[in-house]
Nanobody, 123 residues
Framework: QVQLVESGGGLVQAGGSLRLSCSAS????????MGWFRQAPGNERQFVAV????????DYADSVKGRFSISRDNAKNTVYLQMDSLKPEDTAVYYC????????????????WGQGTQVTVSS
């Protein structure tokens, strides 16, 4: 069992930055690929970014490429999402998730989820 807790969300103006953190407890953190997803009201959960077990492979949704950066610190059991040049359309609840696969863009392939953290970008 893996428990995931997100933090770092909040209200920011367009063009600003936020850094989300996701702390994991339980089984070996480095055994899991880690992803970030987001969900806006009325929308399906959407892939944002993923990082492989030791950070060698990263992938991003086209909508965030060049603006968001995912990283992880296995010694601290934490994955991060640095979000720059934020836009109002980035407003959503952001979730981190753990997969036993090396990496995945598909929510159904993730085994554990955090409770989410709200990100609101004002125009």
């Amino acid at each position: 069992q893996v428990q995931l807790v997100e933090s770092g969300g909040g209200l920011v103006q367009a063009g600003g930055s936020l850094r989300l953190s996701c702390s994991a407890s339980g089984r070996t953190f480095s055994s899991y690929g880690m992803g970030w997803f987001r969900q806006a009201p009325g929308n399906e959960r959407q892939f944002v970014a993923v990082i492989s077990r030791y950070g060698s492979v990263k992938d991003y949704a086209d909508s965030v490429k060049g603006r968001f950066s995912i990283s992880r610190d296995n010694a601290k059991n934490t994955v991060y999402l640095q979000m720059d040049s934020l836009k109002p359309e980035d407003t959503a609840v952001y979730y981190c998730a753990a997969t036993q696969r090396t990496q995945s863009k598909y929510a159904q392939e993730y085994d554990y989820w955090g409770q989410g953290t709200q990100v609101t970008v004002s125009s």
